[in-house]
């Protein structure tokens, strides 16, 4: 892949600064030939999005999604969710030989999609931001590590200005999630996801949906997800003052 395939990939993804996403929207304004990739970027990329779409709850309530979710539904899915790279894979040029590394980062970006999905949503809360208080973080650690089969701990973040409300549960494909809300003085809420996830260990990495930015990183075990509206700095900041006190 060339060095403009991978900058239009990136804006496609919106993972470019300002400045390089004016950059590249001068060329797609120029080069019919960036504005084709672009194109095809985009229809691939909303290809994935819907065959990866779940439903979500829109309160903390117990709500069943419009369409069941049953075991055939889940591998339909996954099929369709890998024919989707697949896709991709042809779109960019990508040899068969890379194919096996494009499904673990789809595997990421799909966790981030419904992670950024879901708390879109759910930070819009006030009454029923969490379902255990922080009050009661004992017995919450002890409730989402059992279900991750871990050792949970709160990271302490009120030296970045946030403060830790609560927490609850999520489910992503058919998995519990722990999420981890913190409120702050100036801004909606920041969750912290923590998703047992079997993977190789790598760094963070920032991924922006909507008005969100999400900071993911996996120590092999887990994926911890930060998200809230918050700069690329401060998302990786809150990454990296979280990632030493999540060993477990």
Not at 95 to 107: A, H, K
Not at 148 to 161: F, I
Not at 181 to 207: F, H, K, M, Q, W
């Amino acid at each position: 892949m060339t060095n403009n395939e991978l900058r239009l990939m990136a804006y496609v993804d919106g993972e470019l600064d300002a400045e390089a996403a004016r950059e590249i929207e001068a060329l797609i304004a120029a080069d019919p030939e960036a504005r084709r990739t672009v194109a095809k970027f985009r229809e691939a990329s909303a290809l994935l999005r819907e065959a990866c779409a779940e439903g979500f709850y829109a309160d903390g309530t117990a709500r069943l999604p419009p369409v069941p979710i049953g075991p055939v539904r889940r591998a339909l899915r996954r099929f369709a969710s890998h024919a989707a790279v697949a896709v991709i894979a042809v779109v960019v040029g990508f040899g068969g030989g890379l194919l096996s590394s494009n499904l673990m980062v789809t595997e990421r970006q799909h966790l981030v999609d419904e992670v950024a999905e879901y708390h879109a949503v759910q930070s819009r809360e006030t009454k029923h931001l969490v379902e255990v208080t922080a009050a009661e973080s004992a017995d919450l650690t002890t409730w989402l590590g059992r279900r991750l089969e871990r050792h949970l701990a709160v990271p302490d973040l009120t030296a970045a200005g946030l403060h830790f409300a609560g927490g609850r549960m999520v489910v992503i494909d058919g998995q519990p999630v722990a999420a981890l809300i913190y409120t702050r003085e100036n801004g909606p809420p920041v969750a912290l996801c923590i998703i047992r996830r079997a993977s190789g260990a790598s760094g963070v990495r920032i991924d922006r949906r909507g008005e969100q930015k999400l900071a993911s990183w996996t120590d092999g075990a887990y994926t911890y997800i930060v998200v809230g509206d918050l700069t690329d700095a401060d998302a990786r900041g809150l990454a990296e003052r979280a990632a030493p006190q999540l060993r477990s």
